[in-house]
């Protein structure tokens, strides 16, 4: 009797060192999730946007955007952005103030609207934007507009291959030659066609770069390389171009006449630009790898913020020329 009075008080008292136990790894699992404390979380403004000028070319209008909202703790839903709206954002040279950027909605705003159109007539000069918000205070982030580098040619060859009732694309190889200013120098190439209210074909790009490495094709289209490795020379980077056409038979058009639907955007890029556009890449491409992915740092270089802020410097060229 005594030995099983002995066994259940065991028993008991195991039940209750158990059950501090427990309760200790509850608290400090609610510890650990109090993520704010742990990660001493600090609500910044974010800011992302370029500012584009068109040193020459047909005009584009590309409008200059910039993005503001609030930055949020992880233990947040990232479907709940904060925009910050009503603010006043400022931009400014090294010569004084430029003008100010106009409020469109979910936190955008624009630097050209309707009737007055934000002038960047001075390449190579640094830009800097300006935003004041009533509990963050102030951010801020610098630029430079970087000068502009023409194309000296444009090639493009079509290349033979078999037809295929599986497919309706047919590849076009695309050179393009220019020499590059010594100095760090970034790029960006797009290709797109040159009407926009015509329905005889539309285009598919695929780059694939046959002699730089460093060719990097980002989500939104737009291929950005350095001058890392070809530094104050003349040099080509070759890349192609799927055509697919509808509204009319691929074969009921000239190469001529699919060419002249085309137009080369041609981009001289800011470092900043050129690094975020990098590192959100790098990102994007390590977040499909899930728990095995390697942890990647945006590019940030707003002060009292967070985002990016960069320039770019344009023109349209055409394959026709």
């Given at each position: 009797?005594?030995?099983?009075?002995?066994?259940?008080?065991?028993?008991?008292?195991?039940?209750?060192?158990?059950?501090?136990?427990?309760?200790?790894?509850?608290?400090?699992?609610?510890?650990?999730?109090?993520?704010?404390?742990?990660?001493?979380?600090?609500?910044?403004?974010?800011?992302?946007?370029?500012?584009?000028?068109?040193?020459?070319?047909?005009?584009?209008?590309?409008?200059?955007?910039?993005?503001?909202?609030?930055?949020?703790?992880?233990?947040?839903?990232?479907?709940?952005?904060?925009?910050?709206?009503?603010?006043?954002?400022?931009?400014?040279?090294?010569?004084?103030?430029?003008?100010?950027?106009?409020?469109?909605?979910?936190?955008?705003?624009?630097?050209?609207?309707?009737?007055?159109?934000?002038?960047?007539?001075?390449?190579?000069?640094?830009?800097?934007?300006?935003?004041?918000?009533?509990?963050?205070?102030?951010?801020?982030?610098?630029?430079?507009?970087?000068?502009?580098?023409?194309?000296?040619?444009?090639?493009?060859?079509?290349?033979?291959?078999?037809p295929s009732e599986f497919s309706d694309l047919t590849p076009f190889l695309v050179t393009l030659t220019f020499t590059d200013p010594p100095g760090e120098n970034f790029?960006?190439?797009?290709?797109?066609?040159?009407?926009?209210?015509?329905?005889?074909?539309?285009?598919?790009?695929?780059?694939?770069?046959?002699?730089?490495?460093?060719?990097?094709?980002?989500?939104?289209?737009?291929?950005?390389?350095?001058?890392?490795?070809?530094?104050?020379?003349?040099?080509?980077?070759?890349?192609y171009i799927d055509i697919s056409v509808s509204g009319a038979s691929l074969s009921s058009l000239t190469f001529e006449q699919i060419k002249s639907q085309l137009r080369?955007?041609?981009?001289?890029?800011?470092?900043?630009?050129?690094?975020?556009?990098?590192?959100?890449?790098?990102?994007?491409?390590?977040?499909?790898?899930?728990?095995?992915?390697?942890?990647v740092s945006l590019y940030n270089n707003i002060e009292n913020g967070l985002g990016y802020f960069g320039a770019s410097n344009y023109y349209i060229a055409k394959f026709?020329?």
């Amino acid at each position: 009797m005594r030995q099983s009075y002995i066994a259940v008080l065991q028993i008991i008292f195991l039940f209750i060192i158990a059950g501090m136990v427990m309760s200790s790894c509850e608290n400090a699992l609610v510890k650990d999730l109090d993520l704010e404390d742990d990660f001493d979380f600090e609500q910044r403004l974010g800011l992302s946007g370029t500012i584009y000028h068109q040193f020459d070319g047909e005009p584009d209008y590309e409008v200059s955007v910039l993005l503001l909202a609030e930055s949020q703790s992880i233990v947040e839903s990232p479907d709940q952005v904060v925009y910050y709206e009503g603010g006043e954002v400022n931009l400014f040279s090294s010569s004084g103030f430029v003008g100010e950027f106009s409020e469109l909605s979910f936190g955008r705003y624009a630097g050209i609207d309707t009737t007055t159109s934000l002038s960047y007539d001075m390449p190579h000069d640094t830009y800097t934007v300006e935003v004041t918000h009533p509990t963050l205070g102030t951010a801020m982030a610098t630029t430079e507009m970087p000068e502009p580098v023409y194309l000296t040619e444009i090639t493009a060859d079509s290349i033979d291959v078999p037809p295929s009732e599986f497919s309706d694309l047919t590849p076009f190889l695309v050179t393009l030659t220019f020499t590059d200013p010594p100095g760090e120098n970034f790029y960006g190439i797009e290709v797109d066609r040159r009407t926009a209210d015509t329905d005889d074909f539309t285009i598919r790009p695929r780059f694939a770069s046959l002699n730089n490495p460093n060719l990097i094709w980002l989500d939104s289209g737009l291929v950005v390389f350095s001058d890392e490795i070809f530094d104050g020379s003349e040099y080509e980077v070759s890349f192609y171009i799927d055509i697919s056409v509808s509204g009319a038979s691929l074969s009921s058009l000239t190469f001529e006449q699919i060419k002249s639907q085309l137009r080369i955007e041609w981009s001289c890029l800011s470092e900043d630009r050129y690094r975020f556009d990098v590192s959100h890449q790098n990102f994007v491409m390590t977040s499909d790898l899930g728990p095995f992915s390697e942890p990647v740092s945006l590019y940030n270089n707003i002060e009292n913020g967070l985002g990016y802020f960069g320039a770019s410097n344009y023109y349209i060229a055409k394959f026709d020329n």
